[in-house]
């Protein structure tokens, strides 16, 4: 099982997401401080939006990455906007 301290090892950047009104930014905060950064997304289309901009953060050498990672965020926005609103 991979942790939050093998993130560290390895030097993995670590994004956290609240999503939704009454997400607890309190703990996402505090994991994302250390080596990454935390995003809030209240709504579905700020998800879709921040793992967007998540994806478009990757190196230019990147770009299958930046593909993949906007069509989870499509199809992870659209499941989870279902699920919570």
Do not use: W
């Not at 793992?51 to 499941?79: C, L």
């Amino acid at each position: 099982m991979f942790s939050y301290c093998d993130s560290k090892k390895m030097a993995l950047q670590m994004h956290t997401i609240a999503f939704g009104a009454g997400a607890d930014h309190g703990p996402l905060k505090t994991i994302a401080t250390s080596r990454g950064k935390f995003h809030n997304a209240p709504t579905g289309v700020d998800l879709q939006e921040t793992f967007t901009a998540i994806a478009q953060g990757a190196g230019p050498s990147d770009t299958i990455f930046k593909e993949v990672g906007s069509r989870i965020a499509e199809a992870v926005t659209d499941k989870l906007t279902i699920e919570y609103f």
